[in-house]
């Protein structure tokens, strides 16, 4: 390298370097001013009519913007001594743990009051990367097996598994089937695997032991082919009430 082409090559890191800290200097203003809305102006910003516009998105972009910080801070520190940059790495990845777990534990259970109530109900669009359609709530894995209608009665199963300690479980009467009209269709019986019981009884789930359950509605009708939505609601164990709907569901 010429000591001509030294002094070009620096400013053009210089610039680079330059442009790089604008960048994130500009997205960390973005995403501050955003957090500062969300807060303190707009406490549910759903009322803007995005649907997009959920707490866990947010917790997601959060994050992005964390790592994108990350990064910024990792190529601007990377010509300084060997000893400051050590530093600087050893504060970056203590500081990077506890912001995911800050974001981790805000993930799982939403201190912003919009996110509480977005929480409140929990919706499934379809299947996972496994084929499956489930959610975890409460610390239960539900899982929608499939509906039929036998007769007129709407039939659908499910499998729970509790991820946490023994338990006991219900669903509140208050849980619904809805049909093509979208008329709500109250539970008739439960089945706990081969047992039947009323609806409203409480019943075990052991940890880590799948438990079939088949809840079978009221006579409609017609026979139902489609229901835009299964609305499913218990109490979480802390006394709350929680909301999963699976939506768009085929009937056998």
Known sequence: MTQAQAPELSTRSNQITSLVAKIMTGLGVVLGGMWAIITYLVPDPS??????INWRNIVLLVSVFTVLGALSVCWQIRNLPKMIHGTVMTVLIAGLSFAFFILGTEYAKPSFEFAKVQSMVIENDGNN????????????RIELVGCESIGRFPNCTFTLTNLDMDREFRFENASRFFDEAGAPIQIKELRVGQQQ???WSNFQLLRNVPTTVSLVFQETDRKVEHSPSIKLIFSTRDNSTQALKFNDVSLK
Do not use: A, H, P, T
Not at 129 to 140: A, H, T
């Open 47 to 52: 009322v803007f009519g995005f649907g997009f």
């Open 129 to 140: 990367l496994l084929g499956k359609r489930m959610e975890v709530v409460d610390s239960v």
């Open 197 to 199: 019981q009323n609806y």
